[in-house]
């Protein structure tokens, strides 16, 4: 079946520890995206990649990072700079339509971060 | 960046009643889509609709792209309808999210 895998499902770290989060996709989608949520919040968008080996900070990427030597591969580490990690963290995929725009996004299910 | 607002925040619907959930947006956008989040977390696509109407079962969306502005319609709830609903609009290579209407449907 196509679609998007996270995981783990859950996460528990301890303060100072990096984690790395996995996102794989085998939709043959250009664009994956990483975003956080907090209880009751919207999703916020940490980093996004539209092509391999590229990729772009969104609006909370401090404390974070990416990478993307494959196309279906979006790994995000969560370092022990990042002050406040515990939340759910997202990941997404998507087509491009054109230069300029992108068609439906798809979502994995999630991985629930805790710090201890 | 572009600014997505969601009305109303929170919605109780006796099972079987109608509700109209809004999504207004800041700028032009190439796309809009309606997620619904449920309670564990998935975010389930329900359209993807740049622009006109679009009808799936119970549920039906508007977008009004000129007017910047789209309707996600549910008729006759049901208790599985409960759980965040979200719109996104992509523009700029990127997707940004309103904060959501929280329905909660009692039987």
């Known amino acids: 079946d196509g679609g998007i895998t996270q995981s783990p499902k859950y996460l528990f770290r301890k303060e100072g520890q990096n984690v790395t989060l996995s996102c794989e996709q085998n939709l043959n989608h250009d664009a994956m995206y990483w975003y956080r949520q907090d209880p009751g919040q919207g999703l916020r968008l940490i980093y996004y990649s539209q092509i391999v080996n590229d990729f772009q900070k969104g609006d909370i990427a401090e404390g974070y990072s990416v990478s993307r030597e494959k196309k279906e591969s979006f790994p995000l580490t969560v370092t022990s700079a990042q002050k406040n990690p515990t939340a759910f963290y997202l990941c997404?995929?998507?087509?491009?339509?054109?230069?300029?725009?992108?068609?439906?996004?798809?979502f994995g299910p999630g991985t629930r971060l805790t710090v201890l | 960046g572009i600014q997505v607002e969601q009305s109303p925040p929170d919605l109780i619907l006796q099972e079987g009643a109608n509700s109209t959930l809004r999504c207004n947006f800041s700028?032009?956008?190439?796309?809009l889509q309606w997620f619904h989040q449920n309670p564990w977390g998935q975010l389930i696509n329900l359209f993807y609709i740049p622009s006109g109407t679009k009808q799936n079962g119970r549920l039906s969306a508007t977008t009004v792209a000129t007017e910047r502005y789209s309707l996600l319609y549910i008729s006759s709830s049901q208790t599985t309808d409960s759980g965040v609903y979200f719109c996104?609009?992509?523009?700029?290579?990127?997707?940004?999210f309103g904060t959501g209407t929280s329905l909660t449907v009692i039987p």
């Open positions: 700028d032009s956008v190439n796309n």
């Open positions: 996104a609009v992509e523009t700029g290579n990127q997707f940004y």
């Open positions: 997404a995929s998507t087509l491009k339509d054109s230069p300029s725009s992108y068609n439906e996004q798809f």
